[in-house]
């Protein structure tokens, strides 16, 4: 049987913010469950966007000004890539709910 190798496995991505490129590496398990409360407990809209906020800053390049420049959507987007989204698919569906 094969072994199968998780570390190729592991999230990071490049982003494009007012035409500079940042990088987002994906998040843990458990980080991922320590900020944003996965127990089923509903969370504020606001919690939730600055613990959004606070995970892009703390697993990216991006400088806190510009996390702080974003609107909702692109946070979030940015937030599903670093939890193994394919950014390609992502765009596809933005651009279906546009339409």
Known sequence: MKVL???KFRNSAKVLIGG????????SVGQFAK????S???????ERMKKMRNL???????????????????LVAI??????????????KMEMMRS
């Open 56 to 74: 892009v800053l703390s697993h990216s390049n991006i400088p806190e000004n510009v996390i702080d420049s974003l609107d909702e959507s692109q």
């Open 35 to 38: 900020d944003l409360d996965v």
């Open 20 to 27: 500079k490129e940042y990088e987002v590496r994906g998040i």
């Open 5 to 7: 190798n998780v570390e």
């Open 40 to 46: 089923g407990v509903q969370m504020p809209d606001n």
């Open 79 to 92: 937030y599903l890539v670093m939890r193994g989204f394919d950014p390609e698919e992502l765009e596809k």
